[in-house]
């Protein structure tokens, strides 16, 4: 996933370019992957991370990780590396954020509903769900690559009951 910054926001994600839709990707009632305004910032996206047993354990703005009470307690802990913040529990990743020139950054999650439900949102997403070149969503038997979701409340919402529907 990339934000791409311009007078309205503009996440890409997996070739498909979302614009002005303040949730991108949404599970059941839970947004996963927000847009919000930030003063000061403009525009970056926000993520809650939950671990599988639907514990909150931070919440990431942007390129921050911001750790709530019951992270800390699970030992959540960040690493930054030159160009590279990394999000981990128990030692496993759980969330990247590679900075990129400018104020342009890539997200990679596995990210956890607090349902307990696994949504993986990478450069090299799973088959089922992106392409293996992380180019196109995959829906059903249909490859979606290159589309534009202009002004939606949700770009993809995904249901428990194994639904999904676009542009919302």
């Given at each position: 996933?990339r934000?791409?910054?311009?007078s309205?926001p503009?996440?890409?994600?997996?070739?498909?370019?979302?614009?002005?839709?303040p949730?991108?990707?949404?599970?059941?009632?839970?947004?996963?992957?927000?847009?919000v305004?930030?003063?000061?910032l403009?525009?970056?996206t926000?993520i809650?991370?939950?671990?599988?047993?639907?514990?909150?354990l931070?919440?990431?703005n942007?390129?921050?990780v911001?750790?709530?009470?019951?992270?800390?307690?699970?030992?959540?802990?960040?690493?930054?590396?030159?160009n590279?913040?990394?999000c981990?529990?128990?030692?496993?990743?759980?969330?990247?954020?590679?900075?990129?020139?400018?104020?342009?950054?890539?997200?990679?999650?596995e990210?956890?509903?607090?349902?307990?439900y696994?949504?993986?949102?990478?450069?090299?997403?799973?088959?089922s769900?992106?392409?293996?070149?992380g180019?196109?969503?995959?829906?059903?038997?249909?490859?979606?690559?290159?589309?534009?979701?202009?002004g939606?409340?949700?770009?993809?919402?995904?249901?428990?009951?194994?639904?999904l529907?676009?542009?919302?």
């Amino acid at each position: 996933m990339r934000l791409i910054y311009q007078s309205s926001p503009a996440v890409n994600l997996a070739s498909n370019v979302f614009v002005n839709v303040p949730v991108v990707l949404q599970f059941d009632e839970t947004p996963l992957i927000s847009v919000v305004s930030q003063q000061g910032l403009g525009y970056t996206t926000e993520i809650p991370i939950y671990r599988s047993d639907g514990t909150y354990l931070a919440k990431v703005n942007g390129t921050r990780v911001y750790p709530t009470d019951a992270g800390k307690s699970a030992g959540i802990r960040m690493r930054s590396l030159p160009n590279l913040t990394v999000c981990e529990l128990a030692g496993r990743t759980l969330f990247e954020v590679h900075h990129q020139p400018g104020d342009a950054f890539r997200l990679e999650a596995e990210l956890a509903t607090p349902t307990g439900y696994f949504v993986k949102v990478s450069a090299k997403p799973l088959p089922s769900v992106i392409r293996s070149d992380g180019q196109s969503l995959r829906v059903g038997g249909l490859m979606m690559s290159g589309n534009v979701f202009n002004g939606c409340r949700i770009g993809i919402l995904l249901k428990s009951d194994g639904s999904l529907a676009l542009g919302v």
